[in-house]
């Protein structure tokens, strides 16, 4: 199997405020990249770290207004066409306070690329630099 196992991967979950504690934990655990709500500030911090991103470390936002930062973007507007649909719904079908069974609303993301992330090939292929 290729990669980390998602169950054996440590996780950082730090305030914008700990950039050292997550230098330490990109040190330790060598990733790739990490994803980050707060990308611009923690690549920042890593930066003051002496880690250089994209070279050591990739930064993937979680949806940003940063137009160079490599993101997973939300779709917010069919998120909130969507949300108003399944209210609705539950509002016709006489649904009152929290369901019994939880319902799931799901809008896939979609990529974006960025300067906060390296170059990578095409599966299958290798990249000449």
């Known amino acids: 199997m290729d990669g980390i196992s998602i169950d054996k991967s440590p996780s950082l979950l730090v305030s914008a405020s700990q950039g050292t504690d997550a230098a330490k934990w990109v040190r330790k655990n060598k990733y ?24 050591d470390i990739g930064v993937v936002a979680i949806g940003t207004s940063d137009p160079n930062s490599a993101a997973m973007e939300e779709h917010l507007e069919v998120v909130g066409k969507s949300a108003v649909i399944l209210l609705h719904s539950m509002l016709l079908h006489g649904e009152r306070s929290v369901p019994k069974r939880r319902k799931t609303l799901l809008i896939d993301p979609f990529w974006r690329d960025g300067q906060t992330v390296r170059l990578s090939a095409p599966h299958g292929q290798t990249l000449e630099c």
């Open 32 to 55: 790739d990249a990490v994803t980050s709500g707060l990308s611009l500030i923690l690549l920042e911090q890593l930066v003051d770290a002496g880690i250089r991103g994209p070279d």
